[in-house]
């Protein structure tokens, strides 16, 4: 009686591994790029709001809302607060939320302190980012 093996070899079992590996390895790297890619366009959402926000306390108090000019995780709860009345809680995402008023014209900015990428926002609507996004 003669047996015959109709196994996988040990060659056959590290291609695939080896396979999965690489296939893993830029799953991976596309997952990271599509995270922070989501992550500041939520901010960049976050900016859009905020300015509505300021147009409507503008209308509401005769001038922007200024209180918030040094970015830090304290100055998005005052944003949140004050311009956007409690609605959003702006502490639940990567970045930092300011707004620098200088007479009629403003700019908010978002900031990440973990990768520096800034998204900034101005009265003329106009969205620039830094190298760092």
């Known amino acids: 009686m003669s047996y015959h093996n109709r ?8 291609v695939v591994v ?3 590996g690489i296939l893993s390895a830029i799953g991976i790297v596309s997952y990271t790029g599509y ?9 960049e959402l976050s900016l859009n709001s905020i300015n509505l926000g300021l147009q409507e306390y503008k209308s509401n108090y005769g001038s ?3 209180s918030a000019s040094s ?15 409690g609605q959003d809680n702006l502490s639940e995402q990567d970045f930092q939320f300011c707004i620098n008023v200088s007479g009629s014209n ?3 900015k978002a900031y990440n302190p973990n990768t520096r990428c800034e998204i900034t926002l ?3 609507l106009t969205v620039n980012r830094n190298s760092s996004c």
């Not at 196994?7 to 590290?14: A, N, P």
């Not at 995270?35 to 901010?43: D, I, L, V, W």
């Open 122 to 124: 101005n009265q003329a």
């Open 71 to 85: 970015c830090s995780s304290s100055s998005g709860k005052l944003i949140a607060d004050n311009v956007l009345n």
């Open 64 to 66: 922007y809302y200024s």
């Open 18 to 20: 080896a396979l999965i």
């Open 35 to 43: 995270t922070k890619s989501a992550k500041e366009k939520n901010a």
């Open 7 to 14: 196994g996988f070899t040990l060659i056959e079992l590290l």
């Open 106 to 108: 403003y700019t908010i």
